[in-house]
């Protein structure tokens, strides 16, 4: 199988994989009380040059639906783009975490949330109306789920209104990494300098195992999420071994150096797509996901010739979705543009 | 640190950390798509000789909260034992995935349910009668908390008034390989053949990483699992280390092996014990738990001396739990041993 | 005050109130196991034409989450308007009912959804896609919250298209009799027979103190309310006062005569600011409810001369809401027209 | 029917009745922005002699289980007596309204939790361990469910355990006018005084339709109740006939009164009860409830002779509860006991 329709597909990066071995041996507090969590504690804090609470979880599921119930009561809503990974693809875990707050969709080009249209949206909410939901918290995907990359003044421009309303901003990190990549910028810059207050920081789509973490640049608001990680299963007994693939991943910024190839070969799929011709993209191509309308007969024939990725359906007839990885090679990226071209030049 | 503490200090079975690398090469579809969960869910249905439903996830909690809400309604009523790690170790998670159910305690001698008292509980229950929350399911350790076991007679005894009242048995199996290992019985005689339902099966506290599984006797209890994993953030995406970790697990008796090696640790400290001056035992010792009062002396000498075990003050003073696990060494039950001698010769 | 704000504000038709006194002697058995709540339920299967099942509440709030909650899983979706008064104005009771299920909107003109509208936003659901919450029941408000009235031809292509996706539909009616009044036809017309599975019924918007009920037109879904409406609290000990207001409420066409007469007010009010100078209205007046756009100085005026009314300032500047009650008198209506006249010929 | 069955059989007092007539001419602002409502706030306040927040409701469990919840995070416990109408007789509200709080019984005698119980059950609760639920709250029912009255000492004693764990106290006070006739001390003393900081305030029990209150000594504990109770569908929009039971419950000591009146009629009965042979009480008689052990017999002859009450068989066989109301005559007391003689006296 060559590769395109997942991050996730891919297998863990060999330096994640041999940290497991590396805190494997002998006994060791479990639940957190460890060596190696209290350094990642430590280590995060070092990355975004500021004191921080992290809480290391499996899914970005989790670490969304966790930081999110930190901060919306269950009468509480989160403004979010209406594509965004928490409002369309996880079965509702954020409802279930904060007991059933509602998602209000902000729409915006390319995936992505715009400050007028936050500040719009918040304008109507009614807060202190108590036949309506009351405004918990602003969340956006960073890089988006259109494959684009918010700057730190798009970000600032969000966490202003927010902060106007009395809310705190959530970023979903699952995809961090590409968007550092891109910005060149710090984690911090990026993060809590811009206005980010919660931070679900991700590292399995770009080589960890299964490796998360929920981050509170605001500790005030971190009071409750220990318990409610536990609660929701998700306080790992053996916590070592997920701690370990988060310091690996963020020593000697393998992190950042991953994604930086990842978006690489997601440019160089981009740049060869948009050249083909009936080909087209749909969004800028700002981290490691391509998002590309191509004749059906191309689509069909890149499947036989046993390329795999995901169909966007509901996007339209020939559009796809593209996502390089840390593993993407060049020449998988330089065979899938060859394919493409002997269906599109016939076309 | 010489751990006594809990089975969860322990770090990873060798073959379960190698099966980690077997699955690492290449792409793999997400989610449990994957050919390693394939395998499992046979291998599993192999083990227990019948058609099943395995859900892998990361802890023990995930996977009881997860059973206990397919068949609890947000209504309903959980009997368990009071000590039930579902009802006093995790936090509310019963309570958080059914949507809000109550968990009944009955009480009973050394960590167990008794049929009878199950049915005496169930008789008052008010079946239909709108005030009262409505019974859902019955759940019992295995092994129990207070390191007992129930033999398949017991088990079905329960069952057979659950299934009196309608309802389903839930079993928390985070150490049924210990209860296996003491009863030399089939995996099968344990659980549904003496009415288990639904199984909560562990292998973390047994070797694995971070590795359970839901598992499910009746396939219609498992109709809503996979949106409630989802949701509650527990679908792994590289799910074949998950399920690889299982895998392993249940590859040639590993299991089984590790879990007889951990009671015969645990069978050695307890005769130990039980010989020493001013030592009893609590409960009879049939896994790998040991319950024991030992004077207060010789448990500050033990910890001097680097020993670490938990006590257990609610059950008054001078109570431990001493826990023993794969890989505790012979060497280190006679260790312990020699030490509380020395403290207790002299009392 | 002369009330045009909102029907809520009237207060109870005297021969509502006057049943209170009727069923007011003596003991009488609670929680529903009273004569007059007997008796009730039989009523309303004679006005439906059918067996039902039927639980009073105090508030449409309660039975429209009851109603959702017996449909629709917590992983779950119900497809409505976005203005919906569930979606709205309920503050997510349904999503608090439901254990956090989503409220997925489908916009459509004057407040109505359309058939091929649900149509297209079930065939992009996922059903069996584990990622996405999983559709539940769709929802309709007879009348709208525009004012508009469904013909039973439009809700039976609605619900057509719920069936065809193996959902069932339910109806908020907290303003039913106005639509009824409207539509000419039979409850059981306008209800089931169009294809309607569960109503919330609503009686306190057209002359009761506090009265509504969760009414179910297949049994087998109103299995588990009984225990849901009792853990919401909404299960009235000395119900029959509640029943007892339904009862006189269905008495003689009583709610059917009540509703016509504010139909009838809300018509002369649309006809007359129709023909007033820079004045409109923004949805057809099908039911008691009347949207017009009006200058902003004969709101002002018409406010200082002591009428009452909703500013819709969503909706833009100078809409405002306008609805008509069973007690609205023809002369508040000319009184409001004139003095609203007298503003708009000076503009 | 001569109901000893309970005080929510009776009908409503006539004052209360009365006042819903008293209200209704005219227009209100509807959601409780009326004048009877802001009238019924200072009434309360008055009569509690202290500053407050009151939310109307119509059921006592709405009442308890909206100011749990605004006590009680979803992974927290609320202390309570095993057979509490919170924990025993609401189908799990609390836990529906907490979003999964656990309910800890604390076995008392007399249906009356001890502060020194409370106080053992706090030290084991594992403030701070993240495996545990965290306490929430402590309940106390006043009167109690088996009929007997906290004296003011006694509440403090339990609120001063409370205040030292840093919980606060919750009171469900469905017959608090029962025990306040008992005890002859002010609202305050029996309440806040004691250190009781949140009150579920009961009336329909004493001769109310339908109407209950969250009462708040502490502001700041009332500041989500508002959202919830909205949630919970229990904002009734004709709050005016809500607060004017409230209002004529309290007008001229009607309360006290027709608390004093049942409480006379149960100390009646009990005296009476005492001196037939073969029947002895279970509790103290303190309020307007008898808990009491007669033949069998006696029960059955009764029966036939048309006095209804309730058989309370898990107390095993012959005990009964008999409830008096505001509205039972002292010849039907008088009738019950002639009637229980003429069995006792054959035995």
Not at 228 to 246: C, D
Request: with cysteine; hydrophobic share 50%.
């Amino acid at each position: 199988m060559i590769n395109f329709a997942s991050d996730n597909l891919s297998g863990a990066a060999p330096r994640i994989l041999a940290a497991l071995e590396a805190v494997d041996a002998g006994a060791a507090m479990p639940y957190g009380e460890d060596e190696v969590t209290a350094r990642l504690e430590r280590r995060f804090a070092e990355v975004f040059e500021t004191d921080l609470a992290a809480f290391p979880v499996v899914t970005g599921t989790a670490a969304n639906a966790l930081t999110l119930a930190a901060m919306t009561p269950p009468y509480g809503a989160v403004y979010c783009h209406p594509e965004a990974h928490i409002n369309a693809e996880e079965c509702g875990a954020p409802e279930f975490y904060t007991g059933g707050a509602k998602l209000v969709g902000v729409p915006g080009a390319h995936g992505k949330l715009a400050a007028a249209d936050v500040a719009a949206a918040l304008a109507h909410a009614g807060v202190g109306f108590v036949h309506h939901v009351q405004p918990g918290a602003v969340s956006l995907t960073q890089a988006s789920d259109a494959g684009t990359v918010y700057t730190p003044e798009e970000v600032a421009a969000i966490a202003e209104v927010a902060r106007a309303h009395g809310l705190a901003v959530q970023m979903d990190g699952a995809r961090l990494a590409n968007a550092l990549a891109r910005l060149g910028c710090t984690p911090a810059e990026a993060t809590w300098k811009a206005g980010v207050d919660v931070l679900a920081f991700g590292a399995t789509k770009n080589g960890a195992l299964a490796a998360e973490a929920a981050v509170f640049f605001r500790p005030e608001l971190a009071r409750e999420v220990a318990y409610r990680r536990k609660r929701g299963g998700h306080l790992i007994s053996k916590m070592r071994y997920l701690s370990a693939q988060l310091e690996a991943y963020l020593q000697d910024d393998l992190w950042l150096a991953d994604a930086r190839h990842a978006n690489a070969q997601a440019a160089r799929l981009a740049e060869g797509l948009a050249a083909l011709p009936g080909c087209a993209l749909l969004h800028p191509v700002e981290g490691n996901e391509v998002f590309a309308r191509l004749p059906e007969a191309a689509l069909d024939g890149l499947e036989a010739a046993g390329f795999v990725f995901y169909r966007w359906r509901e996007a339209g007839p020939g559009v796809v979705r593209l996502v390089a990885s840390f593993d993407t090679r060049p020449q998988d990226v330089d065979a899938f543009l060859a394919e493409a071209a002997r269906h599109c030049a016939g076309g």
